[in-house]
């Protein structure tokens, strides 16, 4: 585990603090049963990891000085309460683990107003050479802010969501 520094901290603060006030439920977003269609969430949190991942040098910053980028290799979304037409969202990003490739994290999509949890999304990005369109290495300036990161992150409560996998769960006899 790495050391918690004041460097870590003002990173992790900064993270906390991102502004997401630009995201609310668009008209176009909305399906036959009044709320925002399934395939939008995966947008929404797309569009909204942009902003932690510029904060960590992995986002459109790598990709124009390194000519590196992220994918996403797997995603995996909870859906916990209905969102409706023109509500304001809030997110919360937490990195769960790093390696010289991948980055896995999480984040909470929450209702700006209420900040009930209306959904979550679990994540698994690799670093890609666009070049090559391969995995490769982080640069050394993203690996830094990430080592920083999980100096804090790592200390943070796991969240119940993450991990989970997909099934039926059955009683005993049934």
């Known amino acids: 585990m790495t050391t918690i520094t004041d460097d870590s901290r003002q990173l992790a603060a900064a993270i906390d603090a991102l ?4 995201f609310r439920v668009l008209p176009d977003y909305i399906d036959a049963n009044g709320h925002m269609n399934v395939g939008y969430y995966g947008v929404i949190f797309d569009t909204a990891s942009d902003l932690p991942c510029a904060a ?6 790598m990709i124009s000085r390194h000519k590196l980028t992220i994918f996403t290799i797997e995603s995996h979304l909870t859906f916990q ?9 809030n997110f919360t990003f937490q990195m769960l683990d790093f390696d010289a490739k991948r980055m896995h ?3 909470t ?6 900040a009930e949890i209306s959904a979550t999304q679990e994540v698994m990005s690799m670093c890609i050479d666009m070049a090559t369109r ?8 993203a690996m830094e802010k990430l080592t920083l990161l999980s100096a804090v992150h790592s200390t943070r409560p796991r969240p119940p969501e993450a991990g ?4 039926i769960r059955r009683k005993a006899g049934s």
């Open 19 to 22: 502004d997401y006030s630009r």
């Open 56 to 61: 960590l040098d992995i986002g459109f910053p």
């Open 81 to 89: 309460r209905e969102i409706l037409e023109g509500r304001p969202l």
């Open 105 to 107: 994290f999480f984040m």
């Open 109 to 114: 999509m929450r209702d700006a107003d209420s």
């Open 134 to 141: 391969r995995s490769t290495s982080w640069p050394p300036d």
């Open 164 to 167: 989970r996998v997909i099934g």
